[in-house]
């Protein structure tokens, strides 16, 4: 009897250590967070001059106008908004919206993305690293010309390796995929999966 209640004890002390499964809602809270972040990474990069958002930092190799790879370090989403709301101070004139657009063109989906998704400073906080690639031949210079001439953002994949922990998710997820975020045919903004893993599962995409 001693040696059974001895296991049940030991039992019950490893149980908290183990991994709790992620629910469904945890999965979807992760990969909003994560794509999210992706957005707003690139849209502050892209912004004229480059606006700061609170534990991401961005990385380039040598001789190259685009950033290979975005490093979170206890990122929290909440904090962003602030961030991209201050671009928008001024007069609100038509002209001046039309400088906005041209110092930053993502700005405006950036906002729209966290607004809808209601980010709140704890929700989810973010580490780990995405690796970005922008397609052959791209700068910085043919980007922003493609952008601001088409309205419509070329092929950009994200392949991501990030923790999320926060109020919304009852345990950390991490996400391991590749996303591509590009416009879509009908010109809008969207975020594509391409592959996916949830704390080490794979998942259908």
Same mark, same amino acid.
């Given at each position: 009897?001693?040696?059974?209640?001895?296991?049940?004890? $030991?039992?019950?002390?490893?149980?908290?250590?183990?991994?709790?499964?992620?629910?469904?809602?945890?999965?979807?809270?992760? /990969?909003?967070? #994560?794509?999210? *972040?992706?957005?707003?990474?690139?849209?502050? &990069?892209?912004?004229? +001059?480059?606006?700061? %958002?609170?534990? @991401?930092? %961005?990385?380039?190799?040598?001789?190259?106008?685009? !950033?290979?790879?975005?490093?979170?370090?206890? @990122?929290?989403?909440?904090?962003? $908004? !602030?961030? &991209?709301?201050?671009?928008?101070?001024?007069?609100?004139?038509? &002209?001046?919206?039309?400088?906005?657009?041209?110092?930053? !063109?993502?700005?405006? #989906?950036? /906002?729209?993305?966290?607004?809808?998704?209601?980010?709140?400073?704890?929700?989810?906080?973010?580490?780990?690293?995405?690796?970005? *690639?922008?397609?052959?031949?791209?700068?910085?210079?043919?980007?922003?010309?493609?952008?601001?001439? *088409?309205?419509? #953002? +070329?092929? #950009?994949?994200?392949?991501?390796?990030?923790?999320?922990?926060?109020?919304?998710?009852?345990?950390?997820?991490?996400?391991?995929?590749? &996303?591509?975020?590009?416009?879509?045919?009908?010109?809008?903004?969207?975020?594509?999966? $391409?592959?996916?893993?949830?704390?080490?599962?794979?998942?259908?995409?």
């Amino acid at each position: 009897m001693k040696y059974l209640v001895t296991i049940v004890l $030991l039992l019950s002390l490893l149980a908290p250590l183990g991994a709790k499964a992620p629910t469904a809602n945890d999965v979807t809270v992760a /990969i909003a967070a #994560i794509t999210d *972040s992706a957005i707003c990474t690139v849209a502050a &990069f892209l912004n004229s +001059p480059s606006l700061e %958002l609170p534990g @991401s930092t %961005l990385h380039f190799r040598s001789n190259e106008t685009l !950033p290979s790879l975005l490093i979170f370090q206890q @990122s929290d989403i909440g904090s962003y $908004l !602030p961030v &991209f709301l201050k671009t928008k101070e001024g007069n609100g004139s038509f &002209f001046a919206s039309l400088l906005q657009a041209a110092r930053g !063109p993502l700005n405006d #989906i950036a /906002i729209q993305y966290l607004t809808v998704h209601g980010w709140e400073v704890g929700h989810a906080i973010l580490k780990g690293a995405a690796v970005t *690639s922008w397609g052959e031949g791209m700068t910085l210079a043919s980007l922003m010309t493609s952008v601001v001439t *088409s309205g419509r #953002i +070329p092929p #950009i994949l994200v392949a991501t390796d990030v923790t999320v922990e926060g109020r919304r998710v009852s345990t950390p997820v991490r996400v391991e995929g590749t &996303f591509m975020l590009h416009s879509d045919d009908e010109g809008y903004f969207a975020v594509r999966p $391409l592959t996916l893993k949830i704390n080490g599962e794979e998942r259908e995409v």
